[in-house]
């Protein structure tokens, strides 16, 4: 069992900057992938970035690109989601999920354990 805890969320104005960590405890955290996703009302949950086993492998949405970076510090069990320049459209759940791999993937069926969400909201 993997239990994941995520942090950092809030309101923040069209601009700003939030970061977002998530902790991992239970089976070892350092031998698998990690991902950021989000959920917006009325939509489905879509992939935000993610991160691999030893964070030398990163991937993000089109809509993310350039704006918000990935992490990871295995030594404290932790992933962390940088955004900057946040847009409304970026107002959503955002959820971390681990992946029982090396390797990450972009869509939400390829992870096993997913954290509760914390709530991103930016104000235009």
């Known amino acids: 069992q993997v239990q994941l805890v995520e942090s950092g969320g809030g309101l923040v104005q069209a601009g700003g900057s939030l970061r977002l960590s998530c902790a991992a405890s239970?089976?070892?955290?350092?031998?698998?992938?990690m991902g950021w996703f989000r959920q917006a009302p009325g939509k489905e949950r879509e992939f935000v970035a993610a991160?691999?086993?030893?964070?030398?492998?990163?991937d993000y949405a089109d809509s993310v690109k350039g704006r918000f970076s990935i992490s990871r510090d295995n030594a404290k069990n932790t992933v962390y989601l940088q955004m900057n320049s946040l847009k409304p459209e970026d107002t959503a759940v955002y959820y971390c999920?681990?992946?029982?791999?090396?390797?990450?993937?972009?869509?939400?069926?390829?992870?096993?354990?997913w954290g509760q969400g914390t709530q991103v909201t930016v104000s235009s």
């Open positions: 991160i691999s086993w030893s964070g030398y492998s990163t």
């Open positions: 239970g089976r070892t955290f350092s031998r698998y992938a």
């Open positions: 999920a681990t992946r029982l791999a090396l390797t990450a993937v972009t869509t939400h069926r390829g992870y096993d354990y």
